[in-house]
């Protein structure tokens, strides 16, 4: 048992430092073989980071989009731009007609003219649905930041990775099935009783979050297997963050509904 929480605590240091520009503390040796399924995790920590921030913002009186904007800067900062950089290397790919040139147009480092307006598109719709869920807005944000990244664990673990290496050839031989999906399910769960049980008055509008959110990080990754036949450490970046996007979108069309 402590060798087993040892490893996990490891690979919960390693999982912090390869999705987020976060520092570990000294003494905290990292681990990164199989990471990926603590993604989920991640994305909790950046949601209660952002949402409290948040909260710090509103308490200065600042409008609901100024906030908006600087909630998503900072979301984009904490990541290092891993996520979008690989939104944006897909989008290019995508472009491209030649489906045989699409890997190595994906693995050129130069952005072209797709990628740079899938990320103004990916920046902006985040904005402006954060910025118009004002009601709600903690649940939506920590929900979008665990699914985008449970959508990339089932990525990994139900498609092909059509690369012999890359940045993310190494997750998949190191995924640990069930439990890696149902580690980001349970997280799900606690983050979705948790709004619940916070905001009793917005229930139903955390279980529609809940189930569209899981739903849409599902049906991301599967929409990009569909195009290219399998994933990249590109696509899977690009499934965090359409993810992120979609469920933001979600939540601020549902709060208005209920």
């Keep these: 048992m402590a060798t087993a929480l040892a490893r996990l605590w490891a690979q919960l240091g390693g999982a912090i430092l390869f999705y987020t520009i976060l520092p570990l503390p000294r ?3 990292p681990q990164f073989e199989g990471i990926a399924a603590l993604a989920p995790w991640v994305g909790v920590g950046l949601g209660v980071g952002l949402a409290g921030v948040d909260w710090a913002l509103e308490t200065l009186g600042l409008t609901a989009l100024f906030r908006s904007a600087l909630v998503v800067g900072l979301w984009l900062g904490l990541t290092g731009g891993l996520h ?8 290019d790919g995508l472009a491209v007609q030649d489906r045989d040139r699409r890997l190595a147009v994906m693995a050129d ?4 003219a797709f990628g740079v307006m899938v990320a103004i598109a990916i ?9 118009e869920l004002t009601v709600g807005r903690p649940g939506g944000i920590l929900l979008a930041a665990l699914w985008g990244r449970w959508g990339q664990v089932v990525a990994i673990a ?4 059509l690369k012999a290496t890359g940045k993310g050839a190494f997750h998949k031989p190191h995924l640990r099935l069930p439990w890696a999906l149902l580690g980001g399910l349970g ?3 606690l983050t979705g009783a948790l709004w619940g ?5 917005q ?4 279980l529609g979050v809940w189930g569209g959110g899981l739903a849409l990080a599902i049906l991301v990754g599967a929409w990009f297997q569909r195009r290219l036949g399998g994933h990249t450490g590109d696509t899977y970046g690009a499934t965090v963050e359409w993810t992120e996007v979609l469920v933001l979108i979600w939540a601020a069309v549902l709060a208005k509904l209920l």
Excluded: E, Q
């Design 27 to 29: 003494g905290w040796v």
């Design 84 to 91: 979008l950089d690989g939104a944006m290397d897909t989008a």
């Design 109 to 112: 480092s130069h952005s072209g």
């Design 123 to 131: 920046l902006g719709l985040k904005t402006l649905a954060l910025a």
């Design 158 to 161: 139900r498609y092909p990775y």
């Design 187 to 189: 997280a799900s769960l």
């Design 197 to 201: 049980w916070l905001w009793p008055d």
């Design 203 to 206: 229930m139903a509008l955390a």
